[in-house]
């Protein structure tokens, strides 16, 4: 089975495209999460079924989310942008990341299907595994400026006790 | 276009069938949601895609979801859960609730695919829509004592700008 350590790499890989070619923003890895403060936050998620299944992840703070929206639909001003287009543009980050990481995987894994994207918005957000799960995590900061973090949460199908057979 | 007032009573049927038959909790529904205390919460959300898509979510406070979970196990205490059955359990309530609703529309919707669920953990918690999405929402009790909310979110495919073609 694809190590951890590999599909880390293959997360790390996937964001930085996607950061690079669709976002138009600079993307540099750190260790550790930046301290959660409690501030309004999203939670985009994708999930994926296949030998591997599980969901991909972004989360960062309201105003990075915004950049990132403005920055994919190339606006100058934040002023300019309608709630709907930031929940959108983290849906479509992570339908983005993940298309990019199945690409990476299909020699080794040939029958993932994504499903679409959901936006939850709160306050310390966290994913929460299922039983037989284990996460890739990448934290990282947004042209120096914004934290943002994504997890790839997986497992390999049917290792886990739900009923979803 | 299947009417959102109709869907809400399928999501409202569907939640009323899993919690009698697999929950062995009584449910009723009550106007207007409970105020949010900012209390830690779980969000069980499962996508699904066809002629109709979207996503179904169930969130409820920490110790709602143990109930739950302890009873859809058949535990007499909540001291033997293990953090993972009280996740496990609110991505399964969500499977369970998609199903219930897939079946109520294959007459009318034929094409509809579940994902797997996905939990997040969290406080002020709120689902966000895209781009031409409308929800049916049911706020209920659980056994008179716990609230518990379940929405649709749902647009009919291609409704939206997303990139997901």
Request: with cysteine; charged share 20%; proline share 1%.
């Amino acid at each position: 089975m694809t190590a951890l350590l590999a599909l880390k790499d293959t997360l790390l890989d996937s964001v930085k495209e996607v950061f690079e070619s669709m976002v138009f923003m600079s993307l540099s890895e750190v260790e550790g999460q930046a301290p959660d403060a409690g501030d309004l936050a999203l939670l985009g998620t994708i999930t994926f079924t296949g030998s591997l299944e599980g969901c991909l992840t972004i989360c960062c703070g309201q105003r990075c989310a915004q950049t990132i929206a403005a920055n994919m639909l190339c606006m100058e001003s934040l002023d300019e942008l309608a709630d709907e287009d930031t929940v959108d543009a983290i849906g479509e980050i992570a339908n983005m990341v993940m298309g990019s990481v199945k690409t990476r995987l299909q020699d080794e894994i040939t029958d993932i299907t994504i499903s679409i994207p959901s936006v939850v918005q709160g306050r310390h957000l966290s994913n929460r595994l299922s039983e037989g799960m284990v996460q890739a995590v990448v934290n990282a900061t947004l042209a120096d400026e914004h934290h943002a973090s994504f997890s790839l949460l997986h497992r390999e199908s049917g290792t886990g006790s739900g009923g979803n057979g």
